[in-house]
């Protein structure tokens, strides 16, 4: 017999056992390690105010694997609105408030008591809403005089920022023709007058959709010259005249 077969048929020391068994205890995690892992997981996206969304999060061997969520570092709790579905997390309505912030998926075993997570993810929520035409200067209506400037605002607000568009009396205003102040979302009439009368009111639209002003604003200036036509056509008091012969 070789000098080779006898050193293998040699019995192992009591060191080379505990070593041999810590390198198969290693294999073993190795392998549990690298059975679990995400093959699919949460990724930030655009999202529509009040429309369904999901964020994925899948594990490549799901047997006994239990699945939870994060939202900005509190625990998700099921509800109509947003739950589990496996290891999904659903949204029948996006809020633009509930749910803005960072997700994170969670993933554990419960044989092993082994546990990962995803990285965060969040909605570019995008939204519109409607509001009404207001007055913003002068303050009030009763200051409104003929040549008075006039100033408009439209509250229509949204993500991305919305564009306006003026109309009065059902008819499109031009930016060309009347000034209009789209970062401000304001008309102006410089020198407001009777030509000026009438119903105005905004619309605006966005990814999100499209809306008109939910409240319009009617602009009724009397002329200057109707208060003193008025008083002009009235009649002169009699006075007693006294003649002289």
Request: proline share 4%; net charge positive.
């Amino acid at each position: 017999m070789g000098l080779w077969t006898r050193r293998r048929e040699r019995k192992l020391t009591n060191a080379e056992r505990v070593f041999l068994a810590f390198t198969l205890i290693a294999e073993v995690i190795l392998v549990q390690a690298a059975s679990f892992s995400f093959t699919k997981e949460p990724k930030s996206q655009d999202a529509l105010h009040g429309r369904s969304a999901m964020l994925r999060c899948e594990v490549n061997d799901p047997r006994g694997v239990v699945y939870s969520w994060n939202h900005n570092g509190e625990t998700v709790t099921n509800s109509e609105r947003r739950f589990l579905e496996g290891g999904n997390l659903k949204f029948t309505a996006i809020d633009r408030t509930l749910d803005s912030g960072n997700f994170q998926c969670f993933a554990s075993k419960n044989s092993t008591g082994e546990e990962s997570h995803t990285g965060e993810a969040s909605f570019n929520i995008k939204w519109l809403e409607s509001g009404p035409v207001s007055l913003k200067s002068p303050e009030t209506e009763a200051e409104i005089q003929s040549s008075t400037q006039v100033v408009l605002r439209c509250n229509i607000d949204g993500h991305p920022r919305p564009t306006n568009r003026w109309h009065k009396d059902g008819t499109l205003l031009s930016e060309k023709s009347h000034k209009i102040n789209n970062k401000d979302r304001t008309l102006t009439l410089p020198s407001a007058s009777p030509d000026d009368n009438g119903v105005y009111y905004c619309c605006a639209k966005n990814a999100a959709g499209h809306v008109c002003s939910n409240d319009n604003f009617t602009l009724n200036i009397i002329g200057v010259c109707a208060s003193l036509c008025v008083r002009g056509s009235q009649k002169l008091p009699k006075k007693n005249i006294l003649l002289t012969y």
